[in-house]
Nanobody, 123 residues
């Protein structure tokens, strides 16, 4: 079992930056791919980015303005979001998946999920 506890998020203005954190406990952090997803109201959950122990991958929402990072010594995953836009408003989730040959980019590949944190970007 892996427990994921998220922090960060909140209400910001367009153009602001924000960081999210996700602390993992329970199993060896380095055995997992860690990912970030988001889900806007009425929309599907979408992949933002994933971090293996030695590489990072980005989906379309995460390219350019978002940066994923992990600190294996602290069992913590981060998401730095710059130049936020109103369309970034969503519930943001961290997730964990066992390492495999391919990087998981769909929600069904992830085994464990954080509780979600709201990010709201105003104009």
């Amino acid at each position: 079992q892996v427990q994921l506890v998220q922090s960060g998020g909140g209400l910001v203005q367009a153009g602001d930056s924000l960081s999210l954190s996700c602390v993992a406990s329970g199993r060896t952090f380095s055995s997992y791919v860690m990912g970030w997803f988001r889900q806007a109201l009425g929309k599907e959950r979408e992949f933002i980015a994933a971090a293996t122990p030695d590489s990072n991958w980005y989906g379309e929402p995460g390219k350019g303005r978002f940066t994923i990072a992990r600190d294996n010594t602290k069992n913590t995953l981060y998401l730095r979001m710059n130049n936020l836009k109103p369309e970034d408003t969503a519930l943001y989730y961290c997730a964990a998946a066992l390492l495999s040959d391919t990087v998981p980019t769909t929600r069904n590949r992830y085994n464990y999920w954080g509780q979600g944190t709201q990010v709201t970007v105003s104009t």
